[in-house]
């Protein structure tokens, strides 16, 4: 029982720690976007929220426990927060590239909620909070992949 606990609270850390990557991503794109991208600063807005929203679900799911949540962004995340490191696609003033970016993250979140979903040791209100919030970002990464869709139709 208490490794399971201790699992469980290891991986909703990094669930934490991935929704912390989001949003320092989006907030980098919205400071590095022209203002006349008022539509994408909008929607990664949004995404900050969504990403608060979950963290602070997941939080509140782990602090019944004596384990201390995890405020910091993964080493991981260095790797996960370079999907954001596209310079050249601001310079551009590319919405396509800076889109398709955002979708390289959102597909990352995925795999790690995928790979959280997975395992075996959580405990099964953990395994039902992370499915909800994977159907949520899914529906998010699926918007940001509708918006590239579209600038690579343009």
């Not at 669930?15 to 976007?33: F, M, T, V």
């Not at 396509?96 to 959102?106: F, K, T």
């Not at 970002?137 to 918007?143: E, I, K, V, W």
Request: proline share 1%.
């Amino acid at each position: 029982m208490m490794d399971q606990m201790k699992k469980t609270a290891e991986v909703l850390n990094d669930l934490i720690k991935i929704n912390n990557d989001r949003i320092a991503g989006y907030e980098k794109a919205i400071a590095e976007l022209p203002a006349v991208d008022v539509d994408l600063k909008a929607l990664f807005s949004s995404l900050i929220e969504q990403s608060q929203m979950l963290k602070d679900e997941l939080q509140q799911h782990i602090s019944a426990w004596e384990d201390r949540v995890d405020d910091q962004t993964t080493a991981a995340g260095k790797i996960y927060r370079a999907w954001m490191d596209v310079k050249q696609a601001f310079a551009a003033d590319d919405r396509r590239a800076v889109l398709e970016s955002c979708e390289y993250g959102e597909d990352a979140a995925q795999k790690a909620y995928r790979q959280a979903e997975e395992e075996v040791e959580i405990s099964t209100a953990a395994k039902a909070l992370i499915s909800s919030q994977k159907t949520q970002l899914r529906a998010s990464h699926d918007q940001i992949k509708q918006l590239r869709d579209r600038e690579k139709a343009l």
